[in-house]
């Protein structure tokens, strides 16, 4: 159980400014152990006596896509970068949101 709760550690907390990364983060990398762990709860299977239970855990764990992860924070990040330059812009009256939805939409 030491994996998973590392694993919490590192990848339980995810925030980004677009829901549509949200949504993915929770059904790609959190999701799967997750429900894992509630359909264990579900059959009367405690995880942390069954040593099949852990198992089950543990490969869960290691089959989530870190690589997509990794690129989801990048994303995140560079959203949180973008909303921020949007806002200093703003602030400035220096931001033309025409101008903005006709490069976003291409």
Known sequence: MKDYENFVAKYGDFTSPFAKDVDRWNNEVMGPTVNLIDALYAQ??????NAEARAMIQRSVRNVPYAEAA???QNAAAGEAYLKARGALAAK???DKD???FWLAE
Request: glycine letters at 14%; charged letters at 35%; zero cysteines.
């Open 71 to 73: 690129k989801m924070r």
């Open 44 to 49: 009367g299977i405690d995880p942390m006596r």
């Open 93 to 95: 009256g220096l931001y």
């Open 99 to 101: 101008y903005n939805d």
